[in-house]
């Protein structure tokens, strides 16, 4: 939220009603960048559109200070004189994260307060007291920062239009964040009712790191309506795209170990290179500490107290478990200096404005370009500044990784992200939502849903199917009254309409409107309980499934204490604090990141190199040993080469191939390929993945070399990929699986009731006797095939994986049959490993590999 650049005498010809806002600027001795006035000169003309410049270059106040001018100048604002507020709600901001709105609120409030412009900054999000809600309402802000969440609980209020009567623009702040998943789809249709109720309503969007900026830009401002079809008109409008020159480097340096083995593996490096990297810290350099998981910030926050207790009240641990007051005080801690070094996740990668961090530390690889560039921009927040970050390998061989992300950098590559595509069950949400606020018209509503980008394709029977739904329960749930939500009312007196009268849709049930209220969103991760000491405060929230596994007497480290289970009360864990000894970590769903598409091609050219013995980093170079380990025994693959190793064991017959397409892909083309081979010969295959490729094992003396040669353009077959997959995935369960999540959204099942909570088995039992109802009732029903088409193409990623395999069918295979598993393939056992059941712990089980191999290499 930097502001600007230093002031300087030249000054080109200014729109007169940005007078005030230049005044601020010149009084902080600064001058606009030429994109913020670029922005302000667009909004004050009418346009809409997408600000994308480099984090901590002045987005906030490029793209607020067009809407304050227009305020400014509509109040009659000068300088010294006493001007009238204008009234009404006229500015909304939409930001992802409730930890980025007092940030916000206080860059937007200080120009207010230091001119006297007469203009009110509100926030208003799950945080909110009721108090301030309902002031809000009666006399509302003219600026009001708010979440997707909340928005969409403003528009279930019955004054909903009189409060957004006289909005003028909306900012939707980490667009590039919001748009790729459910959350930027609830926005989006907001957004859409929003500008039916106001048609000249502007709409900007903020991202600092995003691929696909036509697609962005276009999905923040929606389509234009065609009033006479009631659709989105085929002719969208245009947004405006700005963009600044403005360099912004990112020094990424790696730890790099003193020796690599041929036998790498998940986490082998990680925590036991704890002390290169306390040697790489600087006690008085300001650092974020970044994990891709909350176990292993946890892990690492336990081990950095125990290597550095000199940093005692220096260092802390900030993810989104612990609880939000914990969080706030870390936050400010950071900012004031006081806290040096921070172990944190995701929670942190957004635009909290952290300008005294000056270094950041990756630890494991990012697995995408554009989670690097947004963490890497948390150092060095200003114009023209250079991002340091310090990557600690938990693998060897994610220094190939690191590698390939600096070339890519460099290249100026970064991701795209894709907007869900009919994700009926938040437009189901969202027109209950409307139904319980001021209501809505089929016609009208129709209009402004594919008025949205998500939705812009809704055809009329998919849009029939989910009015008759609401208002029926559909075919298989007709009987019961808490699923037929919508009543028809005239919309004069709110009377029943009779034939064809005119009517809109409403919520007339009390009980259901407020159930409805309380489910609000799209998130629906398991359910947590709640840590709390027995007689203190609460801690944070851990997975229901965790405590489940505990009992009282245990102990185990959670935000950075050393705890004691007490007991369970109501969904709530009593803790202690305790001196006893133990190593048990929590973990979280979710937790696994696999690389990206455009990392995945990255990483190939960079094995690519090293197959030509390019090796021009410092990441390569300190990989030489493993990578001649690796050619010696098998070899290195090339950029149009797919290399296959086979092995014996005393586990049976190996097959290791290497696509390097990450973990998600390979771990559906590694069920395709054990099912398509077991259809030529029965067998039981069992299969491991990772980043880099995947692993089949199979009974002693299986064939893989004589199916491989027979049938290994069947392998590669993409006319039947969707059948096959679903033989070979237990389909079923993974569509039941992702039917609750959908179930919850959608508002047939119901996660928090008023007064009380539901367990996460209690909320599985009721989202899989719906599906099993469906399933034989209602086979064709729209939320099973979102389901599926969900599984698909997010789970198993069907867009990346048809892509993998027309790129590996035109790649020549190299078929290694090695003796023993190589540099590559080891990380695959170990996997394996990791899952199975044993009295040895993995390390045991490793050593006794390594030790294995290396008796049979001598």
Request: hydrophobic share 40%; charged share 25%; aromatic share 6%.
């Amino acid at each position: 939220m930097t502001p600007g650049q230093p002031a300087r005498p030249a000054r080109q010809r200014l729109e007169p009603r940005l007078a005030p806002i230049e005044a601020w600027f010149a009084q902080q001795g600064w001058t606009p960048m030429p994109f913020q006035r670029q922005c302000w000169n667009a909004y004050l003309k009418g346009d809409s559109g997408l600000i994308q410049v480099p984090t901590g270059s002045g987005k906030t106040y490029a793209a607020v200070m067009g809407p304050i001018a227009e305020l400014l100048d509509e109040s009659g604002w000068s300088e010294g004189q006493t001007s009238t507020a204008p009234g009404g709600l006229r500015l909304l901001y939409i930001t992802p994260l409730r930890a980025l709105s007092r940030d916000l609120a206080l860059a937007i409030e200080t120009p207010i307060a230091a001119m006297g412009w007469p203009l009110r900054v509100a926030i208003r999000n799950g945080d909110t007291s009721s108090h301030e809600r309902s002031k809000q309402l009666r006399t509302p802000p003219q600026i009001l920062i708010s979440t997707p969440e909340s928005l969409s609980l403003l528009l279930a209020n019955a004054k909903a239009e009189e409060l957004f009567g006289q909005l003028q623009a909306v900012v939707l702040d980490e667009w590039h964040e919001l748009m790729g998943s459910k959350r930027g789809v609830q926005a989006e249709l907001c957004l859409s009712w929003l500008r039916r109720l106001r048609p000249s309503l502007r709409t900007w969007a903020i991202s600092a790191t995003i691929g696909n900026l036509d697609e962005a830009a276009q999905a923040a401002i929606g389509l234009p309506f065609d009033t006479k079809l009631a659709a989105a008109s085929t002719h969208p409008r245009q947004p405006r795209i700005i963009t600044a020159a403005i360099t912004r480097d990112t020094a990424i340096r790696s730890l790099l170990p003193d020796t690599i083995d041929g036998f790498p593996w998940g986490g082998h490096l990680g925590l036991r290179m704890y002390e290169a990297l306390v040697a790489g810290l600087d006690p008085a350099v300001s650092t974020l500490l970044f994990t891709n998981t909350r176990n292993q910030a946890e892990r690492w926050h336990q081990c950095l107290r125990f290597a550095c207790p000199e940093m005692e009240g220096a260092l802390a641990l900030h993810h989104s478990a612990i609880d939000r007051a914990e969080r706030e005080a870390i936050e400010a801690g950071v900012k004031a200096g006081v806290l040096r070094w921070v172990v944190c996740t995701s929670s942190l990668d957004l635009g909290v404005d952290f300008q005294p961090v000056e270094r950041v530390v990756q630890i494991g690889s990012a697995k995408n370009l554009a989670r690097l560039l947004q963490r890497a921009g948390r150092s060095a927040h200003c114009p023209g500044g250079t991002s340091q970050v310090l990557f600690m390998p938990t693998n060897a061989l994610e220094l190939l990784e690191v590698s390939a992300m600096r070339r890519g950098l460099a290249h100026g590559l970064v991701e795209h992200r894709r907007p869900p595509a009919l994700p009926l069950d938040v437009l189901l949400q969202h027109l209950v939502t409307l139904a319980c606020g001021p209501g809505f018209t089929p016609e009208l509503e129709l209009q402004s849903v594919r008025g949205s980008w998500s939705f812009r394709e809704l055809s009329d029977e998919q849009w029939q199917w989910c009015l008759q739904f609401l208002e029926h329960g559909g075919q298989s749930l007709a009987a019961y009254p808490r699923y037929r939500k919508l009543v028809r009312c005239r919309i004069e007196d709110g009377e029943a309409p009779v034939g064809s009268e005119p009517f809109r849709y409403r919520v007339l049930d009390k009980a259901i409107a407020r159930l409805h209220r309380f489910n609000i969103g799209t998130i629906t991760a398991d359910r947590s309980v709640s840590v709390r000491f027995v007689r203190g405060a609460v801690l944070g929230h851990v997975e229901e499934a965790f405590i489940g596994r505990l009992k009282p007497g245990d102990v185990f480290f959670f935000a950075g204490r050393q705890l004691e289970f007490v007991r369970l009360r109501e969904m709530t864990a009593l803790v202690k604090a305790t001196s006893k000894k133990s190593s048990t970590v929590p973990a979280w769903a979710g937790g696994q990141m696999a690389l990206s598409d455009l990392l995945s091609e990255a990483l190939r050219e960079e094995i690519d190199r090293c197959a030509r013995g390019q090796l021009d980093t410092p990441e390569l170079q300190a990989l030489e040993p493993l990578l001649q380990r690796q050619a010696d025994l098998s070899s290195l693959p090339r950029s149009d080469q797919l290399l296959l190793e086979h092995c014996r064991s005393r586990e049976g017959s190996h097959l290791f191939v290497y696509p390097f397409e990450g973990r998600f892909v390979h771990e559906g083309i590694g069920f395709l390929w054990a099912w398509r081979l077991a259809r030529h010969r029965a067998s039981t295959i069992t299969v491991s993945v990772n980043d880099y490729g995947f692993e089949l094992l199979a009974p002693k003396g299986y064939p893989f070399d004589e199916l491989l040669e027979l049938h290994g353009d069947e392998l590669l077959d993409r006319q039947e990929l969707d059948a096959d997959l679903q033989q070979a995935m237990n389909f079923s369960e993974l569509c039941r699986r992702r039917f609750r999540a959908i179930a919850q959204v959608s508002g047939l099942i119901c996660q928090t009731m008023p007064g009380q909570s539901k367990t996460g088995g209690q909320l599985q039992i009721s989202a899989a006797l719906l599906f099993d109802v469906f399933s034989k009732h209602e086979p064709y029903h729209l939320l099973l095939e979102q389901a599926r088409r969900e599984v698909l193409d997010q789970q198993l990623e069907r867009p990346r994986l048809q892509a993998a395999l027309q790129r590996m069918e035109s790649c020549s295979w190299v078929l290694e049959r090695i003796p023993r598993p190589g540099p590559l393939a080891f990380p695959l056992l170990v996997e394996r490993l990791n899952n199975r059941l044993s009295n040895e712990s993995l390390l045991e089980r490793v050593q006794r590999l390594i030790a294995e191999a290396r008796h049979i290499e001598a």
